[in-house]
């Protein structure tokens, strides 16, 4: 096995978002494996060696997803903001063009699947 199928290759063991608590897949042994992260321990509940898992993926909840679109969304926003305000490298009504471009985004998303 490598250690190269882990999010940091420099970290093996270490899943994605290794700061929050949350369930990972792994393949272990030939078979998929549901394991619990600890953040305060920064360690699986399991204490898989590395070099015999591989790192499949985060489990994450809708709601989770959500939240990290909307920040991204608010990251991406405040760029622009900052942008405009560096150099002046688009207009005020430009910036709030795109702005609004990604709240668009966000709502027509947030309609679900066409009927």
Request: charged share 25%.
């Amino acid at each position: 096995m490598t250690t190269q199928n882990w999010p940091d290759p420099k970290r093996p063991g270490v899943p994605m978002f290794p700061e929050r608590d949350g369930w990972h897949l792994l393949r272990v042994f030939g078979g998929t494996t549901i394991e619990w992260w600890s953040a305060d321990k920064q360690a699986f509940d399991n204490h898989y060696d590395p070099d015999y898992a591989i790192y499949e993926c985060a489990c994450l909840a809708p709601k989770q997803i959500n939240e990290m679109l909307a920040a991204e969304r608010e990251r991406i926003k405040s760029m622009v903001r900052r942008a405009c305000d560096l150099g002046n490298i688009i207009t005020p009504r430009q910036r709030d063009m795109i702005i609004a471009g990604v709240d668009s985004e966000t709502a027509i998303r947030n309609l679900g699947d066409a009927p």
